[in-house]
């Protein structure tokens, strides 16, 4: 876990030496209550941390310090679940117009969901260790969900994962229109960087595409550009040495 | 400079799933995948991708399923009760059976899914 690098101390029951902003009373047997608004809230626990982790050395040398117990589960709500937006949506997808999803419904099936993702990797997780590989392919989270009963979602899945791929290869191969290397430059090999939502809008259906954008591009360039293209105005000679930014420079 | 549409083109008639933005956010997934496990090291870019696949899938199976127990009381309100009981009747779903009644209580989940799945591993 990255960003709670701290996350296993306990935040809530280490007194700090120092009375800075946060004063955090320690109880015997309970939990200490810290007086500021802000530590007192769950969702603040990255700041705990951040404060714990710096009074460490402090912290060893003051007795009040407890043995190590195990920490309330404090996690962030929005870090181990699926956003309950987008949850909520593919649920009104399947549901008629007519029905309505209780809240404590939607948050069930949220949870749901995170404990459906951790049930999979970890079985996929253990078939990569008794094979002694160190990341958990996709191969292996489609075999762990076979494994697991969830049959009927080995097929789509697994022609979703090579529509997928496809997608990929052709969104990298040379051949392509120039047209996607303006694309090109956004992406990452894998298309998981931020801006992923545009990534997969022009891959696939390359067979759709090809015309439709070729054609749409010669027009546009030919148009457009005026005498910024390479080429000029033939558009014909435009594609090879097509630069969509040509008219910017 | 403009783009083709976002989804012109990419209407595939097979799948209900599009090639297009996935529905549910691959970093969250992976940061979830990291969670079950400690030794859960590294993660291919392709797995979170199909998890995001597959877990549209398994909502949909569970609210489907949920919806069914809804009729049967001829309401049209689906309620946690709903999910409950559409989790207690499907094996496939039996590890979920500790999250759904545990949630009266509210509690965050003390349980780790890893000690869940000892339970149901057979």
């Known amino acids: 876990m990255e960003r709670q690098a701290g996350f296993n101390n306990y935040p809530n029951k280490l007194p700090r030496p120092s009375s800075s902003d946060l004063v955090i009373h320690p109880r015997n047997g309970s939990n200490p209550v810290a007086t500021t608004p802000a530590a007192s809230s769950l969702n603040t626990v990255i700041n705990n941390n951040n404060i714990t982790n710096k009074n460490n050395n402090n912290n060893n040398s003051i007795g009040q310090q407890k043995a190590p117990q195990p920490p309330p589960c404090v996690i962030r709500e929005q870090d181990q679940y699926m956003p309950i937006a987008n949850v909520i949506r593919i649920m009104r997808r399947i549901l008629p117009p007519h029905a309505k999803i209780s809240d404590d419904a939607k948050e069930t099936v949220q949870e749901c969901v995170s404990e459906y993702i951790s049930f999979i990797t970890g079985e996929a997780n253990e078939r990569c260790h008794r094979e002694q590989r160190k990341t958990i392919t996709a191969e292996d989270v489609i075999w762990a969900m076979g494994k697991l009963g969830f049959d009927n979602y080995v097929e789509p899945l697994t022609l979703f994962l090579s529509r997928y791929r496809e997608s990929e290869t052709d969104r990298t191969s040379t051949h392509k229109e120039p047209i996607l290397r303006h694309g090109m430059m956004d992406y990452g090999p894998m298309g998981l960087s931020g801006p992923y939502g545009p990534v997969f809008n022009m891959g696939p259906q390359q067979g759709f595409f090809d015309p439709m954008i070729g054609g749409y591009f010669r027009d546009g360039s030919g148009s457009g550009s005026g005498s910024g293209s390479t080429g000029g105005s033939s558009s014909q000679a435009n594609l090879p040495a097509f630069d969509p930014f040509s008219q910017f420079k | ?122």
């Open chain 2, 1 to 122: 400079m403009r783009q083709a549409g976002a989804y012109s083109g990419l209407v595939s008639a097979s799948m209900s799933g599009r090639m297009g933005p996935h529905s549910l956010p691959l970093a969250r997934i992976k940061k979830i995948m990291k969670k079950s496990g400690d030794d859960v090291k590294m993660i291919s870019g392709e797995a979170p991708i199909v998890f995001s696949k597959a877990c549209e899938l398994f909502i949909q199976e569970l609210t489907k399923r949920s919806w069914m127990v809804t009729m049967q009381g001829k309401r049209r309100t689906l309620h946690k009760e709903d999910v409950a009981s559409a989790v207690i009747a499907t094996d496939i779903f039996d590890f979920l059976v500790n999250l759904v009644s545990d949630e009266s209580s509210n509690d965050n989940l003390a349980e780790t899914p890893s000690e869940e799945m000892e339970t149901f591993r057979s």
